[in-house]
């Protein structure tokens, strides 16, 4: 019965299905002046211990759901120098072979890089539950793709002199 049980508290688990986060009034405010202070000039003027953003898991989940139609199929994890990525959402019918099928992805994306030089590395992607290797990502694993997207050739985000991610925040410590 204990078996039976674990069993069936491990299938909920894994399925369980991915709930935006909806931020209250209060809430809304908090991370609108957070995204506020980030959006002003790469050297603004600050006054002494203004210059930390902390984003809570919950405030970036929320961001995710107000700003984006992402909310209902995408969700973060925040962990020690990393952040986990879960998707799950239905494939459109005209696909070949998995058309119609509900997909459930997670990825892991390690957070380093040397002071003021914030990497965002792909370490994993899962797509129901098997480990894609790198060859079928265009060798995308372990590449720094926040340096490629954002085109920095020196490895430096103008105005950031920290990207830290903790459990459960997101710190952003400016210049």
Do not use: C
Request: charged content about 25%; hydrophobic content about 40%; glycine content about 10%.
């Amino acid at each position: 019965l204990v078996l039976l049980l674990a069993l069936v508290g491990f299938w909920w688990w894994h399925n369980r299905p991915i709930q935006p986060v909806v931020l209250s009034q209060q809430e809304k405010e908090i991370v609108a002046e957070k995204v506020e202070s980030i959006q002003k000039p790469a050297e603004p003027k600050y006054e002494k211990g203004k210059k930390e953003i902390i984003l809570t898991e919950r405030e970036l989940n929320g961001l995710l759901n107000e700003n984006t139609a992402f909310g209902k199929s995408l969700s973060f994890e925040l962990a020690t120098n990393a952040v986990h990525a879960r998707v799950e959402t239905d494939l459109d019918k005209d696909l070949p072979f998995v058309g119609g099928k509900h997909l459930k992805a997670r990825a892991r994306f390690l957070v380093k890089g040397e002071t003021g030089k914030p990497a965002l590395v792909l370490d994993d992607l899962t797509v129901w539950g098997v480990s894609l290797p790198n060859d079928w990502l265009g060798g995308m694993k372990g590449h720094d793709l926040l340096g490629e997207v954002l085109g920095m050739k020196d490895g430096h985000i103008a105005g950031v002199e920290e990207f830290k991610v903790e459990p459960g925040q997101l710190l952003i410590r400016l210049k």
